[in-house]
């Protein structure tokens, strides 16, 4: 991702597809997030920022720190965070998603990885990554993970890559493309990324993975005693803030459908695994 091309296009991302991605994960943050606690949160991996950066325009965050390895990347997030009139609230710095060192414990109201697990070596990464998140979000707080699943076989991967992808070539993005290719044959599957979650925490967490082509997975460290995922319906932004583009209208109702039948696991701080029911619609 250091590639100057790669970072040029990763920067467009919120004219493509990936939009509905981010939005999934801004409205399940409003859904599942506690009242009143918006003091401070932390985005790993945060790449070019701009989902950071939702996390103040939509979500109200006071104190944002995004976090990627990439420094060209840290770079174009910075001048993301200035052209936007936020660098007051959101910075970026480069730092190593397994090793938060200069955040203390119980620093955080929100913890984000978004679209980035499956850049990480091995499960051995994944686990130290939420480990950590899960260390510097306080009892209270939320934590939040989100990423492609693979699917089941290479044929439908295909089939699914150019789908989808055909939209990065409509607008000129070949290195974004060939990305999401490469990207959906490392993701994780449901099974190995629930693998990845703490057992030393009194976190309830709740996985969600929509059913029949599941092609999205998200994972919530939910405030400590707490069970229910969701407190609120709705989503963080009125009608003339929304930041799906009118052409993706269609595109985000059948993203909101496919998450309101999803269904979800719930894996109490002893590690039970309890089958619940779909998510609440929404």
Not at 179 to 200: G, Q, V
Not at 220 to 225: C, E, H, I, S, V
Not at 242 to 262: S, Y
Request: aromatic content about 8%.
């Amino acid at each position: 991702t250091d590639a100057p091309q790669n970072v040029t296009q990763y920067d467009q991302v919120m004219t493509t597809k990936l939009v509905l991605a981010y939005a999934a994960g801004l409205q399940i943050i409003h859904r599942a997030r506690p009242a009143g606690l918006v003091d401070r949160s932390v985005d790993i991996a945060c790449g070019p920022g701009h989902f950071t950066l939702c996390l103040a325009r939509f979500l109200d965050y006071r104190t944002i720190t995004g976090v990627d390895l990439s420094l060209p990347m840290v770079e174009i997030a910075n001048q993301n965070a200035r052209k936007l009139g936020l660098a007051d609230r959101v910075t970026f710095r480069a730092g190593d998603a397994t090793n938060l060192f200069d955040l203390r414990d119980n620093a955080c109201d929100l913890a984000t990885f978004t679209d980035a697990a499956h850049h990480m070596p091995d499960l051995a990464a994944v686990a130290r990554v939420l480990s950590e998140m899960n260390r510097v979000t306080r009892p209270e707080g939320l934590v939040v993970i989100m990423d492609l699943v693979r699917l089941r076989t290479a044929a439908l991967t295909e089939r699914y890559v150019d789908c989808l992808g055909h939209d990065y070539v409509q607008r000129g993005l070949p290195a974004f493309f060939d990305d999401f290719r490469n990207s959906m044959y490392a993701a994780w599957t449901a099974k190995e990324l629930r693998e990845t979650i703490p057992r030393d925490t009194d976190r309830t967490w709740c996985h969600i993975v929509p059913r029949g082509l599941p092609t999205i997975q998200i994972v919530l460290g939910l405030p400590a005693g707490r069970k229910k995922p969701f407190l609120r319906s709705g989503v963080p932004w009125t009608p003339n803030e929304c930041p799906i583009p009118k052409e993706m209208g269609f595109d985000w109702r059948m993203v909101r459908f496919t998450l309101a039948c999803a269904c979800k696991t719930l894996i109490r701080p002893t590690g039970r695994v309890v089958q619940s029911e779909p998510t609440e619609r929404g």
